[in-house]
Nanobody, 124 residues
């Protein structure tokens, strides 16, 4: 059974940085397309960033382009999200997700495996 465990969330001031990490176990990591989603209180879960199996293709939601960077290490079975220039509107619970689909997709029902989430709070 595939397990995803996020870490690295916390409280940061606006314009600060955080790095989230997701450790995957119990599956063949390189066979999964990975993504980060976020969900703010009272809002829908939304795609933030995704990365293909070999790390060659990355996709970002428009509001985080140029500020966030997704990466993966297929030897360590981890996927990271480097978040710079954080804004209060980035405040949310961030989730790591995995799918066996070949391409990066933005709709959350496609992803069959999810972590428990990590809270990111950006103060103004």
């Amino acid at each position: 059974q595939v397990q995803l465990v996020e870490s690295g969330g916390g409280l940061v001031q606006a314009a600060g940085s955080l790095r989230l990490s997701c450790k995957v176990s119990g599956g063949t990591f390189w066979s999964y397309t990975m993504a980060w989603f976020r969900q703010a209180p009272g809002k829908e879960r939304k795609f933030v960033a995704g990365i293909s199996r070999n790390g060659g293709v990355m996709q970002y939601e428009d509001s985080v382009k140029g500020r966030f960077t997704v990466s993966r290490d297929n030897r360590q079975n981890t996927v990271d999200l480097q978040m710079n220039s954080l804004k209060p509107e980035d405040t949310a619970v961030y989730y790591c997700a995995a799918t066996l689909r070949y391409s990066v997709v933005t709709d959350h029902p496609t992803y069959s495996c999810w972590g428990q989430g990590t809270q990111v709070t950006v103060s103004s």
